[in-house]
């Protein structure tokens, strides 16, 4: 009986540290939407003041598809990479509004990551990073290139901007919070 007990004692605490970490990984994606929506409603602002409307008008389009797109998985953690390609690509769409013909997106996506899950929105503060800290300086030929293999039994995703980089940089925009959060979901979800 006393073994009994312990086991299922033993068999609460996992559960309870399980539970903790989902809630955990929610809340790292719900700090992430905010940090997304607020950068992309400033260059809508921006758009406004040039007095763009056709492109302050074809962005909020485009958010609001990701946006719904984000909304239809809320409750999933994990997507397959395909679906989280497919937002990141509708990211991009925003972003090539503004950079119009000085950005160039290359893609080499190995078929077989398709189907592998990740967390939601772990690809996008990737690709934000290189517009931050790499390519918003540039002003022609701006390149990001977005690769996926599977590497061992494990998936790799590269993301390859032809920026100045961030040490090249004079200052530093924003508080790197997707950076650290998108850590912070990895280790979450995986373990060091």
Do not use: W
């Not at 929506?37 to 260059?43: A, D, Q």
């Not at 790799?156 to 530093?172: A, P, Y």
């Amino acid at each position: 009986i006393l073994k009994q007990q312990h086991f299922e004692a033993e068999l609460h605490n996992e559960q309870l540290r399980g539970q903790l970490a989902n809630a955990q990984l929610q809340s790292l994606k719900m700090q992430l939407n905010p940090h997304f929506l607020f950068n992309t409603l400033h260059s809508v602002i921006s758009l406004m003041i040039k007095n763009d409307i056709r492109k302050a008008t074809q962005m909020i389009t485009t958010l609001s598809d990701l946006l719904r797109a984000v909304l239809v998985n809320h409750k999933s953690d994990f997507i397959p990479f395909h679906e989280e390609l497919k937002l990141t690509q509708q990211y991009l769409a925003i972003q090539q509004i503004c950079f119009q013909d000085r950005l160039r997106v290359e893609y080499d996506i190995a078929s077989e990551t398709e189907m592998t899950c990740v967390p939601q929105l772990i690809l996008q503060p990737l690709v934000e990073n290189s517009f931050t800290h790499g390519i918003s300086e540039l002003t022609t030929n701006a390149l990001i290139r977005i690769s996926s293999r599977i590497q061992e039994d494990f998936l790799q995703i590269d993301v390859f901007d032809n920026g100045i980089g961030v040490k090249q940089r004079k200052t530093s925009a924003g508080t790197g919070l997707g950076l650290k959060n998108t850590l912070l979901r990895l280790q979450q979800a995986y373990g060091e």
